[in-house]
């Protein structure tokens, strides 16, 4: 049996190298993993608990507990361990949906065949991980020789059929999507190819016929709340919805038929166009960062400082104001440099040097900060992402310089930043002793965080964690290589 510090530590130690997940979260989840590890229910099954890998996307275990009085179907030690989701598609789909995945088949990592139920575990409506309970079926399937429903009626696809064309203009239109059709229990009775050929891919080993609804959903909608819907007259909102699973994107309609009460889902699938319209958002994300950088801040500065210049008597006051003027110019100029890096290769500790020189020479007429830097040299990136972080590292420091330390009255100063590569990991955290702020508050109005947060998450697919108090400030981001 797991000791339980040995536990918390995996799961400590895995969830912040891995995951989205803040320091509250994972200390609810180690409670969570308590509790459901002390259920006797449980107790003759080996449980598991999965988070979902922030940089590959997939499941990775963080708990494993082994039956207590039989024998476990594992021999190593699992965690730490990818839990895929072509050979254990139900924990992801909880993940992804929050929805219970009841008895889907699965293939653990030593190869053996298994039925997996996963439970959502739940922080403020948030499913932070998901809880499994595993048992063999090796023997179950060698004695079926066919696994698939049988029991499929011509007279109920013609009929489901039938009542789709009434409603759409040909279900010609719709021979390449998944169609799926279910009786008035939610059972699934019969579904096309290229649903079985999707569903394949999503990672559920055999037949989906005879699954419940719920147990083949792809988002949050139940099969109780689509008669709830129909039993209101509600059919707008069971049009045109937008799902996302995994790295799909569908449009799907649900159609209700009065006279048997079944029900057909079609989805569409619209990945592409996602993508498209994706590639488009970075975009627009990106020219609208530089030009507000450059046109708002730097710009309006350097257009006020030039005026003060002209209007200045003092050649020394000129002096200095024009110097002002340059150090601005140097900042706009370094943003420029970057955007325009090409090099495929690029050491990161030369780009963020230049990034630093600007930004500590711009400020140093200042208070006077302490300000100290660590970064590996032999960190080496491609050029899109070494321009990501620089702009990343320039947001923080200057929110630092900016803020951090105006309501501070005594004490010197300091900024520190410390970047370092670890595998395939890379770690980049920046701290000051400053007076602190409310990141989720401040957030929503500074543009400069929002950047940040968002070449993150979409760009880097890497996570970010702040931690603000009266002391200071701390941001740490974590991203794979």
Not at 29 to 57: H, N
Not at 63 to 80: A, D, I, T
Not at 291 to 314: G, W, Y
Not at 382 to 387: F, G, I, P, Q, R
């Amino acid at each position: 049996m797991n000791k339980p510090h040995v536990v918390d530590e995996d799961i400590q130690n895995i969830c912040e190298r891995y995951t989205k997940l803040n320091d509250q979260e994972i200390a609810f989840l180690k409670e969570q993993v308590a509790d459901a590890l002390s259920d006797k229910r449980y107790e003759d099954y080996d449980v598991f608990v999965d988070v979902r890998d922030a940089f590959t996307g997939e499941a990775i275990v963080v708990c494993h507990r082994r039956p207590l009085y039989s024998p476990s179907l594992y021999k190593e030690r699992v965690v730490g361990k990818i839990a895929y989701r072509k050979d254990e598609p139900g924990p992801l789909r909880t993940l992804e949906t929050s929805q219970t995945s009841i008895e889907l088949n699965a293939r653990s990592q030593e190869g053996v065949l298994i039925k997996q139920t996963s439970y959502p575990m739940k922080y403020k409506n948030k499913t932070i991980a998901v809880f499994i309970v595993e048992q063999n079926i090796s023997n179950e399937i060698k004695h079926q020789f066919d696994v698939r429903n049988r029991d499929q009626s011509y007279e109920e696809v013609s009929l489901a059929l039938e009542e789709m064309e009434k409603v759409e203009q040909s279900i010609a239109n719709f021979l390449d999507d998944i169609i799926l059709i279910f009786d008035a229990k939610g059972i699934l009775r019969h579904h096309n190819k290229a649903a079985g050929q999707y569903y394949q891919t999503f990672g559920y080993m055999d037949s989906i016929n005879s699954l419940h609804y719920d147990n083949l959903a792809l988002d949050l909608m139940t099969f109780d709340r689509i008669l709830s819907l129909v039993s209101l007259g509600e059919f707008e909102s069971l049009k045109g919805r937008e799902i996302k699973f995994d790295q799909y994107y569908f449009k799907s309609k649900i159609i209700h038929l009065p006279s048997n009460g079944f029900v057909i889902q079609i989805m569409k699938d619209i990945t592409d166009q996602k993508v498209k319209e994706s590639r488009k958002e970075e975009e627009f994300v990106t020219i609208q960062e530089i030009h507000h950088r450059v046109k708002n801040n730097l710009q309006t500065v350097v257009s006020l400082l030039r005026l003060q210049a002209r209007r200045a008597e003092s050649p020394e006051a000129k002096k200095v104001l024009n110097e002002s003027v340059n150090r601005v110019l140097s900042i706009a100029a370094t943003h420029e440099l970057l955007s325009k890096q090409k090099e495929d290769n690029v050491q990161l500790k030369m780009v963020l040097d230049a990034v630093i020189f600007n930004l500590t020479r711009f400020f140093s007429d200042q208070r006077e900060i302490d300000f100290q830097s660590e970064i590996d040299s032999e960190i080496i990136l491609d050029s899109n992402k070494a321009v990501t972080i620089a702009l990343i590292m320039n947001e923080l420091i200057q929110n630092s310089y900016d803020h951090a330390f105006t309501d501070k009255e005594t004490g010197m100063g300091k900024i520190h930043v410390e970047i370092k590569q670890e595998n395939d990991l890379i770690f980049i955290y920046v701290a000051d002793n400053g007076s602190g702020f409310d990141f989720e508050a401040h957030g929503q109005h500074n543009l400069g965080l929002q950047i940040v947060t968002s070449f993150v998450e979409s760009k880097l697919n890497g996570t970010i964690a702040v931690d603000s108090n009266p002391h200071g400030t701390k941001t740490r981001i974590t991203f794979k290589n």
